[in-house]
């Protein structure tokens, strides 16, 4: 009996031994701007759904987004969230990176942004704007690209408009200065503006491009992206395991601390953000289709490229 049971112990072990190892997680590290628009990635780091899918996610703040394609470039990120003028920018100088998944399209949900023209400027809308000053957050992003788009749109040229790169939390005291006539905000900075009755909102330049536009996105390298299929499948799946999360509301508290962990604001800016209604974590080509004709005609861009080939299989 001795001999019988030592033997099917030696063959427990073999069998135990001829199990394969569960294969390693993909390390990622993303590189993220915070706002309500990566909501889907900071309740996937929180609730182990990124692990889930295989994914090792780091989570790393982007203080703008123009250091965003640099870094993918260097390997510093794997994943970063360019807006689609960026990406245009950096595919047209070389870079070569891919939409990986969908973060937000249009339309911008309401009372989130807007065209905010200072007391006394008599602003009224974008035409108003030819000939004084406009913050924009950054030259050649989305902000500034759809403004300059919404002037154009109204009979106003967008050329004869000085513009002034703003980051979003300058945007208040620039405004009650006089630095700048009137500034493109977004929430919390959209709402604290407000409320503090530094100005009066003119307009959403967000209606002038179609719905379904994408707003901001995730990206890689394309050579990355084609090396590492399954871990953009898993990216691809968490985002939307997390949209489920986020849309229970017995899940809202968990949402909210997930909120203010990743975006680092004060408890009372992060919870001015919105849960966004406006997520899409699948790329169409549709998406793109404004961003490459609003980037060609302010000389973003040169060429006209195929919105299809920009995401990744």
């Known amino acids: 009996m001795r001999h019988i049971l030592t033997l099917t112990a030696i063959a427990l072990l073999a069998i135990g031994s001829a199990v394969p190892p569960a294969p390693a ?14 909501v889907p ?18 989570m790393s703040i982007a203080q703008n987004g123009s250091v965003i394609s640099a870094a993918l470039a260097a390997d510093q990120a794997q994943i970063g ?11 047209e100088q070389g870079l070569d990176l891919v939409i990986v998944a969908g973060a937000t399209v249009l339309p911008f949900p309401k009372n ?3 065209v905010i023209a200072r007391e006394g400027s008599n602003l009224k809308g974008p035409q108003d704007l030819v000939g004084h000053k406009v913050g924009v957050p950054g030259f050649g992003g989305s902000f500034d690209v759809v403004t300059r788009y919404w002037v154009k749109a109204h009979g106003g040229d967008y050329k004869k408009v000085s513009w002034v790169e703003l980051q979003f939390p300058q945007m208040g005291d620039a405004l009650k200065s006089g630095l700048v006539d009137a500034a493109l905000a977004v929430n919390p900075f959209y709402a604290r503006i407000l409320d ?36 953009v499948a898993g990216f691809r799946a968490s985002l939307n395991d997390a949209i489920a999360y986020i849309k229970d509301p017995s899940h809202l508290p968990a949402v909210r601390d997930s909120i203010t962990k990743w975006t680092k604001l004060p408890p009372q800016a992060a919870a001015s953000i919105a849960i966004p209604d406006d997520l899409e974590p699948v790329a169409k080509p549709d998406g793109l289709t404004f961003w490459i004709a609003a980037a060609r005609e302010q000389g973003l861009i040169k060429g006209n490229p195929d919105p299809a080939t920009l995401i990744a299989p």
């Open 25 to 38: 997680a993909t390390k990622v590290n993303l590189l993220y701007i915070p706002g309500g628009d990566f």
């Open 41 to 58: 990635s900071f309740v996937a780091k929180d609730q182990g759904i990124f692990e889930r899918h295989g994914l090792d996610v780091d």
């Open 81 to 91: 969230v360019p807006t689609p003028p960026v990406l245009l920018q950096a595919n």
């Open 112 to 114: 989130a942004a807007g």
């Open 196 to 231: 503090a009755k530094l100005g009066t909102d003119i307009g959403s330049p967000w209606t002038a491009a179609p719905n379904g536009t994408m707003i901001v996105l995730y990206a890689a390298r394309r050579d990355w992206a084609t090396k590492n299929k399954d871990a």
